[in-house]
Structure formats: structure tokens, C-alpha cells
């Protein structure tokens, strides 16, 4: 079993930065795609940012230029650094993985609890 633990969501003025950070932890034997989502208040949940084991990054058109993701492989971490930040940034972000616990599983899709991400006007 994988679990994914998320630190560093908060409370920050308008366009102002906060860094997330997601560790995955438990039987791992490899840790695909690594992403956040994020749901607003009275939206879905929605892709913010995705990078697969190799690097290659998926942006939301909505904070290009202004998030960043990047992994660290070695550590099953992914992080989310946000920049600019906007009230309709405003979410709970969610860490997301795709996680094998052996050679011969299928990927399981792996959920953090959330991170309550609030910018102030």
C-alpha cells in the first residue's frame, strides 16, 4: 500500500508564493506520473500540474508561467511551486500518483488527503 502525504498548503496575500510538497511512502516499487489537482469552492477537481517518472510536465493553461512542478525520484517527493498567487487559486490541492507496489502490479491511483490552499484579495 502507497500513501502520499502533502505539507505546505496556507493562508497568503495576493500574489503572493507558497511551495507544496508531496511524499509518497509505504511498499513502492516505482512511482509513475506524479500531479496535483486542486478543487475551488463549488468547483470540480481539476489537473494543475503533472510530470511523469521521466520529467516531461503537464501544465493547466491557467497557472502557466506562474507554478512549477518537479520530482525528486530519489525521494518519491513532488513538489508545486506557486507563484503570483490569485484568489481564484483558492483549493484544496491534492496530491496524485501512480504507484506500483511490485514488479508485476498494476498501477494504483493514489490520493493525499489535501492541502487547503487560501489566497486573500
Known amino acids: 500500500q502507497v500513501e502520499l502525504e502533502e505539507s505546505g498548503g496556507g493562508v497568503v496575500q495576493f500574489g503572493g508564493s507558497l511551495r507544496l510538497s508531496c511524499r509518497a511512502s509505504g511498499t513502492i516499487f516505482k512511482i509513475g506520473t506524479m500531479a496535483w489537482y486542486r478543487q475551488g469552492p463549488g468547483k470540480q477537481r481539476e489537473l494543475v500540474a503533472s510530470i511523469t517518472a521521466g520529467g516531461k510536465e503537464r501544465m493547466s493553461d491557467s497557472v502557466k508561467g506562474r507554478f512549477a512542478i518537479s520530482r525528486h525520484n530519489g525521494e518519491n517527493t513532488v513538489s508545486l511551486q506557486m507563484n503570483s498567487l490569485k484568489p481564484d487559486d483558492t483549493a484544496v490541492y491534492y496530491c496524485?500518483?501512480?504507484?506500483?507496489?511490485?514488479?508485476?502490479?498494476?498501477?494504483?491511483?493514489?490520493w493525499g488527503q489535501g492541502t487547503l490552499v487560501t489566497v486573500l484579495s
Open positions: 496524485n500518483a501512480a504507484a506500483l507496489t511490485s514488479l508485476y502490479s498494476t498501477p494504483d491511483d493514489v
